[in-house]
């Protein structure tokens, strides 16, 4: 993957993994996902702008929580993680680039250390 693409890739700020919670990562996951998506669709030339592309990547992620059995409204560690799986299984199915699901993929990792050090009495509110 050349240098100039990956420069266009959402990266998680250090400042989102302070006071983590599982609301906060569900909706980090969402601008993630988001962020993901636009990438895809530039790739690909869609036209599509971003409120539009945000609405459908909330409804997304709400279905997929629905999908796994797991409620949107009160995430935990282990549904996001379902989650997050099912979207990157559903985002190869899309035709989403592989470099662009593993990159972001890892964005998210990230995110989910934070809220299992919180978790496990480093920082402790929930």
């Not at 790739?43 to 599509?48: D, G, K, L, M, T």
Request: proline content about 3%.
């Amino acid at each position: 993957m050349d240098e100039e693409k990956v420069l266009g890739f959402w990266e998680v700020p250090a400042k989102d993994l302070i006071d983590i919670t599982p609301i906060k990562v569900r909706d980090i996951i969402i601008h993630c996902f988001f962020e993901a998506q636009k990438e895809t669709i530039a790739r690909s030339r869609e036209i599509c702008n971003d409120e539009e592309t945000h609405n459908i990547v909330v409804n997304l992620l709400k279905f997929t929580f629905k999908e796994v059995n797991e409620d949107y409204d009160a995430p935990t560690n282990e549904s996001l993680a379902k989650v997050v799986q099912a979207l990157a299984s559903k985002s190869a199915s899309w035709g989403t680039p592989k470099d662009i699901i593993e990159y972001h993929m890892g964005q998210i990792m990230k995110v989910v250390a934070a809220l299992n050090a919180r978790k496990q009495g480093v920082v402790g509110e929930e």
